[in-house]
């Protein structure tokens, strides 16, 4: 479900922003460490990273969202625009004007009235509240799956996909942003 009122209740919540025209710009440009400042940003606001995974075109990320004084379509919207300076400021130095001008001419004129240049991202993000582990263990296996499956393929398995929270669960865990989602079960 796409986003249009703020939320504000804590809890575990699967969220999903895609590029726009789900153009691999995440890939092209290679702003990994980007996305993994960005969780840096929520876990400093007392959020906590569950899961995740950093496709070529989208992020799927499960957090436990705390509440606070910023409401999570806040947090995501200022992670989005935060990601988005890096992907242009990449397609600038790669000289990339075709990619640059689509993204140019996809702005609204309200948005360009107020400053916007690109539009890197879909308008909206999509977010699921999780309320049991059971439905937080099915976002976690999708998560986790997604690089392997549909018409992606990028590996044979989720361990083997380097832009996942699945080595966390599976392998060794080391160098994680995470934090292990049954932590949160007793908040819910």
Not at 3 to 14: A, E, I, L, R
Not at 23 to 41: G, Q, R
Not at 97 to 110: F, H, R, W
């Amino acid at each position: 479900m796409a986003v249009h009122q703020p939320v504000h209740k804590s809890g575990v919540y699967f969220i999903t922003f895609t590029c726009y025209r789900w153009l691999p710009l995440i890939s092209d440009t290679e702003c990994y460490d980007t996305i993994f400042k960005f969780f840096d940003v929520l876990q400093r606001r007392n959020h906590s990273i569950l899961g995740y995974v950093i496709m070529p075109n989208h992020v799927h990320l499960l957090v436990h969202y705390t509440g606070g004084d910023r409401d999570l379509n806040l947090e995501i919207g200022s992670g989005k625009r935060f990601i988005a300076y890096d992907i242009v400021k990449k397609l600038k130095e790669q000289q990339r004007e075709d990619i640059l001008l689509q993204l140019s001419k996809a702005v609204k004129a309200k948005d360009k009235s107020r400053g916007k240049k690109h539009e890197v991202w879909e308008d909206t993000f999509d977010v699921k509240e999780c309320r049991n582990e059971k439905f937080i263990l099915q976002k976690l296996v999708y998560i986790h799956n997604n690089p392997c499956t549909g018409k992606w393929k990028l590996v044979q398995r989720p361990i083997e996909y380097k832009w996942s929270s699945a080595n966390f669960y599976e392998g060794d865990g080391k160098g994680s942003v995470m934090l292990d989602y049954s932590n949160v079960l007793p908040l819910l």
